[in-house]
């Protein structure tokens, strides 16, 4: 009887040891725009947003390798990045407040989720730590709205008078010439 309760009592230790050890698989599938989250804690499916298109999302497995309550990005403005999960350079796992963009490429090529999944994934890896992995394509969606206009060469021309360049204020016959505002306007032109 004493061995049995030695040996179940092993048995359980090194079972919590092996969960304790345990990380928590992140899968992000580009083409769906989803997030599949296996943990000691769970299964999880939330919609994500990825790079928009002109951005990319890395492609392929990683560790988190940093991972901040809140993070302002001084690339984007100073944009609120809560519950960072830092995987690949300036790359992250992040909450966003456009959650109404979930669902479809919207971002600049971190991954995006809505705060509160945000906040049980940080917690969830903070517990157990995590691997990522990332796969598939973006949607076929996505690359339309890559495929805008071109901007009309007459247009362009119209706003050029000439002096080889696109006016990126307003055109020179409105700007008082010798002024600050017309100096910023067109810094290129003779200030008199």
Same mark, same amino acid.
């Given at each position: 009887?004493?061995?049995?309760?030695?040996? $179940?009592?092993?048995?359980?230790?090194?079972?919590?040891?092996?969960?304790?050890?345990?990380?928590?698989?992140?899968?992000?599938?580009?083409?769906?725009?989803?997030?599949?989250?296996?943990?000691?804690?769970?299964?999880?499916?939330?919609?994500?947003?990825?790079?928009?298109?002109?951005?990319?999302?890395?492609?392929?497995?990683?560790?988190?390798?940093?991972?901040?309550?809140?993070?302002?990005?001084?690339?984007?403005?100073?944009?609120?990045?809560?519950?960072?999960? $830092?995987?690949?350079?300036?790359?992250?796992?992040?909450?966003?407040?456009?959650?109404?963009?979930?669902?479809?490429?919207?971002?600049?090529?971190?991954?995006?989720?809505?705060?509160?999944?945000?906040?049980?994934?940080?917690?969830?890896?903070?517990?157990?730590?995590?691997?990522?992995?990332?796969?598939?394509?973006?949607?076929?969606?996505?690359?339309?709205?890559?495929?805008?206009?071109?901007?009309?060469?007459?247009?362009?021309?119209?706003?050029?008078?000439?002096?080889?360049?696109?006016?990126?204020?307003?055109?020179?016959?409105?700007?008082?010439?010798?002024?600050?505002?017309?100096?910023?306007?067109?810094?290129?032109?003779? $200030?008199?």
């Amino acid at each position: 009887m004493r061995f049995k309760l030695v040996f $179940f009592v092993l048995a359980a230790l090194f079972a919590s040891l092996g969960a304790a050890h345990a990380t928590a698989n992140i899968h992000i599938d580009l083409s769906t725009q989803t997030m599949r989250v296996e943990s000691g804690a769970g299964s999880y499916v939330w919609p994500v947003s990825t790079a928009r298109a002109g951005y990319y999302t890395p492609r392929g497995s990683y560790a988190p390798t940093g991972m901040q309550l809140m993070h302002y990005s001084r690339k984007y403005h100073m944009s609120p990045m809560p519950y960072s999960i $830092f995987f690949r350079g300036g790359y992250a796992i992040h909450g966003t407040y456009a959650t109404g963009a979930l669902g479809r490429p919207a971002s600049h090529g971190c991954v995006r989720l809505s705060p509160g999944n945000a906040k049980r994934l940080y917690e969830i890896v903070q517990a157990e730590g995590g691997s990522i992995s990332i796969t598939g394509a973006p949607p076929a969606r996505a690359t339309r709205y890559a495929k805008t206009q071109r901007p009309n060469a007459a247009r362009y021309a119209s706003l050029r008078h000439g002096h080889g360049h696109a006016l990126a204020y307003a055109p020179l016959r409105h700007l008082p010439r010798g002024t600050v505002r017309g100096w910023q306007a067109h810094p290129m032109l003779p $200030f008199y």
